[in-house]
């Protein structure tokens, strides 16, 4: 299997990946929806995380929602992995023209990736919700800059919002339209470390029609049978070795 996705790669100079939590989780970023996400949320705030980083909750009760979004969702010292590093050397190869990402990490750019579609946006990322003033990330985690956990704009005093997309807020349309493009205009399009359940951007698979789908995922996924080849393992052992042999 690893031979015909190398072959697959060599063949094409059209790549687009889809790349999902399981990308980050080789990082050491745990899932949140996974089941001990799930559990550990239920056990320490009473609530699922899909509550806690809903729009409404973070209108209401902002600061409970800082206090869960810094210790479950930021993960600071968190460096790329293989296939982030795969991905990015495809991409200086001229092979791949673009990443499509569910994870708001940054960990794609970091190693290297120029052209990333963030469909959920990012943690490196906020601005104020007020006057629009921009902050990395290392502005929202110092207390300095906090009232209790909530970070406060400096010009104006206005609280600072991740650009992370939350339940009940919709994907941003220019990164909808850039990855849709990109699917759409692709030969092979690369799925890994996603069990395709999180819509829509799951549904944008839908939009290829190119020749080869792969699928790389530790589990089975729906779209198994539309692939070209399913490969079941570690996104970053299997992209590592793939493309560290071409």
Known sequence: ???????????????????????STESNIPDFRSEA???????????????????????????????????????EDAEPNAAHLA?????????LKAVVTQNIDGLHQKAGS???????GSVLRNNCMNCGQYYDLSYVMDDENCEKLIPKCKKCGGTVKPDVVL????????????????????????IGGTSLVVYPAAGFVNYFKGSKLVLINRSSTAFDGRADLVIND???????EVVGNL
């Not at 559990?39 to 699922?48: H, L």
């Not at 570690?234 to 590592?240: D, N, P, S, T």
């Open 37 to 75: 996400g799930l559990y550990n949320a239920q056990k320490s705030y009473g609530m699922s995380p899909e509550q806690m980083l809903s729009h409404s909750f973070f209108i209401h009760d902002t600061n409970t929602f800082y206090d869960y979004y810094k210790n479950n969702l930021i993960y």
């Open 87 to 95: 991905l990015a050397k495809l991409e200086e190869m001229g092979k």
């Open 114 to 120: 120029k052209t990333v579609y963030e469909l959920h």
């Open 167 to 190: 339940y009940e807020e919709p994907l941003d349309d220019d990164q909808i339209t850039g990855a849709i493009d990109a699917i759409k205009a692709a030969d092979v399009l690369i």
């Open 1 to 23: 299997m690893y031979e015909e996705l190398k072959e697959i790669i060599k063949n094409s100079d059209n790549i687009v990946f889809f790349g999902g939590a399981g990308v």
């Open 234 to 240: 570690a996104i970053g052992k299997v992209l590592g």
